[in-house]
Every structure is written in structure tokens, then in C-alpha cells.
């Protein structure tokens, strides 16, 4: 394992993706966890993460002092350098002039971290400090025109820093530069991959579960099918599956996951029409915060009456991912909660039932393999992405269940038409969303004024950021043509062009 601490950089788990990528296994935790929680973790190594602050400012995020005490390798990136210097008793200060974007980094010595490396390399900068003077004990690696010390390595310890960013894409040989640090400093193997996660999944899930029974909850999306296989590999009949329709689920949602889970699968699943319930809590309700506190509050309600008919459920099995803990409960240092997701922070503080989340560390491309792995079909395991909230958050405004239904047949024919044109697989998320607007139209020789809707459609490889995608303009007529002339009290379909940052993928 190698340990990230987080000071609040944007590429953090950049970092993370590009060391898994790597066939090895890690974790990120914030800058303020102590030695003693590390040790216990017996990582192979430590990255620092870049962040936002300026190391000598007063309050600015450090890391706890014994880090540098567990013999462990250590290697900072960009702010993570300036942690270093700063401990050691070097100096940062403000770089007369600052670096954003494309250098040209000089490498001067043949340092194992740079083995197999050119020694002139591009790269990525995004720092406005520079390290003014060197710690004793470390010599300078590699320099730029403007940063004299952009590599930087203690002379007996396994502690390295780099100025600039390895883990972007930018920095076309900065993968080489993490595998260098993992393989030639850390002694970690390209070991971990879904075969191993799965067989230690299996472990951890029947130790923390033993003989009670585990109840989980079907949505109908990836996350929660490859829980479900995972849970059903590792405890077998001691799983349960409710599928609770909760009124916002797409169109043919229900007779979908039946098809699925009480054939190829096999699971013992359960349906709980509560729709009605769930609307009745959502009549004018317009917050998006408010409405998925309501949704995960009512999720877990029903779920503890549906547990109290099954005798000795002990466990509330969910399949939340890497990304929805770090949004969720700010994993990430000292970086902003972006909202809150039902599934992490909406959990009432009286539940009955313990939470079991094998998902929790992976991210979603990760899920996708790991089902795989589990043979999962593919029509389940290529599904997008769809919120735990449902069509509560793509419905601006109040929600009833006359909009859920517009919505509904909306989304349906978005999916259909992406399907139709051999798109869907090259997206990461394409659907409608029901704007809280009516605007005038004419239809025959009549005005109208009814609702408007929004196409998004995104590309991304971890919904951590995302493009807005490029449909094709005849793919989107159609898409408009039929939203129109097919769905009743509709009458405008607009298209949202947005990348995330600095808009997320979802409207609420």
C-alpha cells in the first residue's frame, strides 16, 4: 500500500488513479492523520499532495511531525515539496515569478527516481512559491528556468520532492517518475489488481459479517448490482436484496432489475413499492440538499421495516464508491464538501443496522472491472451512472409525480436515441433534466406554455471531472423531435454545454 495525504490539491486523486493504474493499492488520507494511524496501515511509502496554501503562512495544513520518523520513503509534489523544506528548516517563499502550465524540467543526476528517464523532460507547473533555500541534507535533482530546485532528494533518506506535477497528463513521463518511487525506492510489486481486491474483499466481508444476515438495497445502477455479486460470492444465502422503488427511478426500472436479479443472478430479491411514501415527503420540497436527506432518511426507514421481516439482519450492505466518500466526508484535507450523497451523509445516528461498503475504496472504472470480474452481465456493468437521489435531483423544483413522469419519458427517449447511434458506451452519463421553467411555444395553430428540458451529456473516466460531449447535431435533433412531439407538456429541449470543474456532472 502507499499512503496520499491530501493538502487540498485538485490532482489528488489524479495521483491516486495513476499509482492504482500502477497495479498498486492506495489509500487517501488527510494531511492531518497521525504517525500511529499509518503505521498501523504499514504502507510501503508516503505521497504528499500538492494543495492550495503557502507553507509559511499561519494555519497552513502540515502534516504530523513523526511522519519523517517511521522510516518510511517519502515524496512530495509541488506544496508536498515545500512541506519537506519547511520541516527540514529550509525556506519557501513567494517565486518572483510564478508557473502555470508547460517547463522544461533539467534532470542533472542519475538518481534512481529518474531512472529510465530523459534529462530534459516536459512538464506540468501550478505553484506561484518556490523553495528560496535548500534544508541541510538535500541536494537539488533537477531545476527549470524558473524554479532552481524542481527535484530535490534528502542525501541518506528516502525523501524526494518534485515542484511540478506528475500525475497530470501534461507530464508526459511522470508516471515513470510515481513507478520509480513505488518500485526502485518504495520495493512495492505491481500486485494488486481486481482478482486480488475481490479475494480480499471476500475476507474482510465474512469478518466483518460472520454468520448475520446482510440486507442491501438495488437501484438498479452498477454499484449496487457488483456489491450485490460480491456480497452474494463472499455470504451467500445470508444476503438479501431489496429493491426499493422510491418513485424517481427511470422509466422500466422496476421490470428491468427483475429480469435481471431473479434470472442470470439468482439473488433472493425483494420489491417494496414506496413511491407513494416518497412523494408524499418530497410535495414542495424545492432544496436539492433537502431532498436528498429526505430520500436517504425515507431509503433507510423502509429499509429497517423491510429488515425487521428477515430474522438476524445485523448489516445494511451499500455500494458506495471512492469519490462519494472523499465528496461526502472530506477525506480530502482542507478542500469544500461539494453535496451530499445519501449513501454517506444521510445516515440517521439511531439506524439499527450496521453499514457493510466493499465498494468504498474503488473508483467507478474500478467497479466496472471488478464486476467483470464477478461476471456480471454487460448490460448491467455498462450502465451510466445514476444518482442515489433518482430523478428527484434531475427535476428542478418541487417534485411531483406528474413531473417525475414527463422526466421519465423524457430520459427514455435521450437513452434510446444515444443507444441508437452506437454512443452510448463512449459516454460517461447522457440524460434529461426538468428545468423549474415553462416557456411559450406554438404547436398546430395553437400557443402553448409548458415545461422545458436540458440534455446533458458528459464524457469522463471517473465523473472527478468530465467534458461536455460533442453529440452529433443529427443525433440531437432526433433527440429533440421526439421529446417534443412525443412527450405531452413539453414544448423546448436545450443543451447543457458545461465541463466539470467548474459545473458539476449533475444539475443538483
Known amino acids: 500500500m502507499i499512503i496520499i495525504l491530501d493538502f487540498g490539491s485538485q490532482y489528488t486523486q489524479l495521483i491516486a488513479r495513476k499509482v492504482r493504474e500502477s497495479q498498486v493499492y492506495c489509500e487517501i488520507h488527510p494531511f492531518s492523520v497521525t504517525a500511529a494511524v499509518i503505521q498501523k496501515l504499514n504502507p510501503k511509502g508516503i505521497i504528499l499532495s500538492g494543495g492550495p496554501s503557502s507553507v509559511y503562512e499561519k494555519g497552513a495544513p502540515k502534516p504530523d511531525k513523526k511522519i519523517f520518523e517511521l522510516g518510511l520513503p517519502i515524496f512530495g509534489i509541488c506544496y508536498g515539496l515545500q512541506v519537506l523544506?519547511?520541516?527540514?528548516?529550509?525556506?519557501?517563499?513567494?517565486?518572483?515569478?510564478?508557473?502555470?502550465?508547460?517547463?522544461?524540467?533539467?534532470?542533472?543526476?542519475?538518481?534512481?527516481?529518474?531512472?529510465?528517464?530523459?534529462?530534459?523532460?516536459?512538464?506540468?507547473?501550478?505553484?506561484?512559491?518556490?523553495?528560496?533555500?535548500?534544508?541541510?541534507?538535500?541536494?537539488?535533482?533537477?531545476?527549470?528556468?524558473?524554479?532552481?530546485?524542481?527535484?530535490?532528494r534528502h542525501a541518506h533518506k528516502n525523501f524526494f520532492g518534485v515542484q511540478f506535477h506528475p500525475e497530470v497528463h501534461h507530464t508526459p513521463d511522470g508516471v515513470t517518475l510515481l513507478k520509480n518511487f513505488m518500485f526502485k525506492v518504495c520495493g512495492e510489486t505491481p500486485s494488486w489488481n481486481m482478482k486480488s481486491f475481490l479475494e480480499e474483499a471476500i475476507r474482510d466481508v465474512?469478518?466483518?459479517?460472520?454468520?448475520?444476515?446482510?440486507?442491501?438495497?438495488?437501484?438498479?445502477?452498477?454499484?449496487?448490482?457488483?456489491?450485490?455479486?460480491?456480497?452474494?460470492?463472499?455470504?451467500?444465502?445470508?444476503?438479501?436484496?431489496v429493491f426499493v422503488d422510491n418513485g424517481v427511478l427511470r422509466l422500466g426500472e422496476k421490470e428491468r432489475l427483475q429480469n435481471i436479479f431473479d434470472g442470470s443472478l439468482g439473488?433472493?430479491?425483494?420489491?417494496?413499492?414506496?413511491?407513494?411514501?416518497?412523494?408524499?415527503?418530497?410535495?414542495?420540497?424545492?432544496?436539492?440538499e433537502r431532498k436528498r436527506k429526505i430520500i436517504g432518511k425515507e431509503f433507510i426507514r423502509v429499509f429497517d421495516a423491510?429488515?425487521?421481516?428477515?430474522?438476524?439482519?445485523?448489516?445494511?450492505?451499500?455500494?458506495?464508491?471512492?469519490?462519494?466518500?472523499?465528496?461526502?466526508?472530506?477525506?480530502?484535507?482542507?478542500?469544500?464538501?461539494?453535496?451530499?450523497?445519501?449513501?454517506?451523509?444521510?445516515?440517521?445516528?439511531?439506524?439499527?443496522?450496521?453499514l457493510v461498503e466493499p465498494l468504498k475504496y474503488l473508483f467507478k472504472d474500478e467497479v466496472r472491472a471488478l464486476g467483470r470480474e464477478l461476471g456480471l452481465p454487460k448490460e448491467m456493468i455498462d450502465r451510466h451512472p445514476f444518482p442515489g437521489p433518482g430523478l428527484a435531483v434531475r427535476?428542478?423544483?418541487?417534485?411531483?409525480?406528474?413531473?417525475?413522469?414527463?422526466?421519465?419519458?423524457?430520459?427514455?427517449?435521450?437513452?434510446?436515441?444515444?443507444?441508437?447511434?452506437?454512443?452510448?458506451?463512449?459516454?460517461?452519463?447522457?440524460?434529461?433534466?426538468?428545468?423549474?421553467?415553462?416557456?411559450?411555444?406554438?404547436?398546430?395553430?395553437?400557443?402553448?406554455?409548458?415545461?422545458?428540458?436540458?440534455?446533458?451529456?458528459?464524457?469522463?473516466?471517473?465523473?472527478?471531472?468530465?467534458?461536455?460531449?460533442?453529440?452529433?447535431?443529427?443525433?440531437?435533433?432526433?433527440?429533440s423531435n421526439r421529446i417534443i412531439n412525443e412527450v405531452r407538456g413539453i414544448n423546448r429541449v436545450v443543451l447543457d454545454i458545461s465541463s466539470k470543474p467548474p459545473a458539476t456532472i449533475e444539475w443538483e
Open 206 to 241: 465474512r469478518e466483518q459479517v460472520g454468520n448475520s444476515k446482510v440486507i442491501l438495497g438495488l437501484s438498479g445502477g452498477v454499484d449496487s448490482a457488483v456489491a450485490a455479486a460480491l456480497l452474494h460470492k463472499a455470504i451467500g444465502h445470508q444476503l438479501t436484496a
Open 85 to 152: 523544506i519547511d520541516y527540514f528548516g529550509g525556506e519557501v517563499s513567494r517565486a518572483p515569478k510564478r508557473e502555470y502550465g508547460p517547463a522544461t524540467v533539467d534532470v542533472s543526476t542519475d538518481d534512481p527516481v529518474f531512472a529510465g528517464m530523459p534529462r530534459r523532460l516536459p512538464v506540468w507547473m501550478s505553484h506561484g512559491d518556490a523553495a528560496t533555500r535548500m534544508p541541510s541534507g538535500f541536494k537539488t535533482l533537477a531545476t527549470t528556468e524558473n524554479a532552481p530546485h524542481a527535484a530535490i
Open 306 to 354: 423491510e429488515a425487521k421481516k428477515i430474522k438476524d439482519v445485523k448489516f445494511l450492505a451499500q455500494g458506495t464508491l471512492y469519490p462519494d466518500v472523499i465528496e461526502s466526508v472530506s477525506v480530502k484535507g482542507p478542500s469544500a464538501t461539494i453535496k451530499t450523497h445519501h449513501n454517506v451523509g444521510g445516515l440517521p445516528k439511531r439506524m439499527k443496522l450496521k
Open 395 to 479: 427535476i428542478l423544483g418541487p417534485v411531483s409525480a406528474d413531473r417525475v413522469a414527463l422526466l421519465q419519458e423524457a430520459d427514455a427517449i435521450v437513452e434510446s436515441e444515444i443507444r441508437a447511434a452506437g454512443l452510448y458506451e463512449r459516454l460517461w452519463q447522457a440524460f434529461a433534466v426538468l428545468l423549474p421553467v415553462k416557456t411559450v411555444g406554438v404547436m398546430g395553430d395553437q400557443r402553448t406554455y409548458q415545461n422545458a428540458v436540458a440534455v446533458r451529456a458528459v464524457t469522463s473516466q471517473d465523473a472527478m471531472t468530465a467534458d461536455w460531449a460533442d453529440i452529433p447535431r443529427p443525433v440531437l435533433s432526433r433527440i
Open 267 to 288: 439473488h433472493d430479491l425483494r420489491v417494496v413499492d414506496a413511491g407513494a411514501a416518497f412523494l408524499k415527503k418530497l410535495k414542495n420540497v424545492s432544496d436539492p
